[in-house]
């Protein structure tokens, strides 16, 4: 039955790839300062084998103290290889981080790509991962971002992950909320009837960048009717961001989040809009599964799960972004190649890392040899659309490299009320153009 499940899963997960897939991740928060480093030593335990160290340089600051910790269980598993791990994630630019590392030399031997443009930029840098173990049971959604047009792969799937609305089951129950909201109307009706309830809806972290010019910005790329096709016709110039219907419904979206938020969405960043969810001050909070151990530590109790983010009422508008938020790559000239990628197998074959992977990160696993359990109440919403095809693609990996900041500014400045919203969609058409 596992298999079978994980077999129309795949089938699922590949209609949203082929409608227009990616992801960054882009998620996470500060910079984490080098944990447990040490230089190159013999360990006489081993004998006279020489210790390697392997440099792994990540943005998932959500999972930064658990994937510590495994690695701790991996090194006692392999006494001959040390790990030095680094994480920047969040309101820190774990890309323009990593460019720095390499344009200085320090040249981490595992780190972060999101396939797609991002691979076409990095690939030079990347080894070849197509023949290693892990790869017959990966699920092919988790293939297409970091799959070359010759077929090579070049990177392992972080996991899959979803993203919308969080909610406070019982917040809504309070405010007599009965059935969750599928459109921007109903949308409409609950955050009104939260309000007249005492209940701030919204906890808005407008000052991240890729909370809103990345996975808000998506929706409305996701809700073209070809997102791919869209996304094409940009850099083509026979699409326009100005008088598309979506991105004019995108308004909507915007205006309600902030006028039924938190007060100053604008410095409001991703610890603190999660943290106000997460202690019951806000409904709802704009974040994605990756939150899920965040809240949970914050409010062992909480009841939550997701509700779509629509822009319209639209049949298709009752749809959450799901796709592969990130992968693992690995440097081609790392001195410690093999030992790297012996790390990455073990992190997806082992009992160890498995368990880490679905009970200490909460991650839906995108390997078919992974059974998904304990996922938490996020993880579960996740799958319970991905089963109803109740999907849209993650599309902001094939947006020109850079573009999303631009639009991020874009709309902060709309919401301080310096520039009209007619004005976003000309900037970021001028973004679109300069950068494509």
Not at 60 to 82: G, R, W, Y
Not at 128 to 148: A, F, Q, R, Y
Not at 331 to 345: P, V
Not at 371 to 380: Q, V
Request: hydrophobic share 40%.
């Amino acid at each position: 039955m596992k298999r079978l499940f994980f077999l129309f899963l795949t089938m699922v997960f590949a209609v949203t790839i082929v409608a227009a897939c990616s992801s960054d991740d882009t998620g996470g928060t500060e910079t984490d300062e080098e944990v447990d480093t040490g230089e190159e030593t013999t360990d006489a335990a081993s004998g006279d084998e020489e210790v390697v160290t392997l440099n792994f340089f990540q943005f998932k600051v959500e999972i930064a103290d658990q994937l510590q910790e495994m690695l701790k269980e991996f090194e006692a598993e392999h006494p001959n290889i040390k790990v030095n791990l680094e994480t920047v994630g969040g309101g820190a630019d774990y890309g323009a981080a990593l460019k720095a590392k390499f344009a200085s030399g320090e040249k981490p031997d595992i780190f972060n790509n999101g396939g797609f443009n991002e691979l076409g930029l990095w690939k030079e840098h990347l080894a070849d991962l197509s023949e290693e173990p892990w790869v017959e049971n990966l699920l092919p959604i988790g293939k297409v971002p970091m799959t070359d047009e010759d077929g090579k792969l070049y990177g392992m799937p972080v996991n899959l992950e979803g993203y919308g609305f969080v909610y406070n089951k019982d917040l809504f129950e309070k405010a007599g909320i009965t059935e969750p909201p599928t459109n921007m109307s109903e949308l409409q009706d609950a955050v009104k009837k939260l309000e007249e309830n005492g209940i701030t809806a919204f906890a808005a972290g407008y000052a991240e960048w890729w909370v809103i010019g990345q996975h808000l910005l998506n929706i409305p790329f996701a809700q073209q009717e070809d997102p791919v096709a869209f996304i094409e016709g940009l850099s083509a110039g026979t699409e326009s961001f100005i008088g598309n219907k979506q991105f004019e419904e995108f308004q909507t979206l915007i205006d309600t989040e902030i006028k039924y938020g938190n007060p100053n969405p604008l410095t409001t960043d991703y610890n603190t809009q999660v943290t106000l969810f997460a202690s019951g001050e806000t409904a709802m909070l704009q974040q994605g599964n990756w939150t899920e151990n965040m809240i949970y530590e914050i409010n062992p109790e909480m009841n939550m799960a997701f509700l779509p983010i629509p822009i319209n009422d639209a049949e298709g508008a009752n749809r959450i972004p799901v796709g592969v938020p990130n992968n693992w790559a690995l440097n081609k000239n790392s001195e410690n190649l093999e030992e790297a990628k012996l790390l990455l197998d073990w992190m997806v074959s082992s009992e160890t890392g498995q368990r880490y992977m679905t009970e200490e990160f909460a991650f839906i696993p995108a390997f078919d040899n992974i059974e998904p359990t304990g996922l938490g109440a996020l993880g579960e919403s996740i799958l319970e659309y991905s089963v109803e095809d109740k999907t849209i693609p993650w599309t902001w990996f094939r947006w020109p490299d850079g573009a999303n900041q631009d639009f991020a500014a874009a709309i902060q400045e709309y919401v301080a009320g310096q520039i009209e919203y007619e004005e976003v969609l000309e900037k970021f058409q001028a973004t679109w153009d300069n950068l494509k």
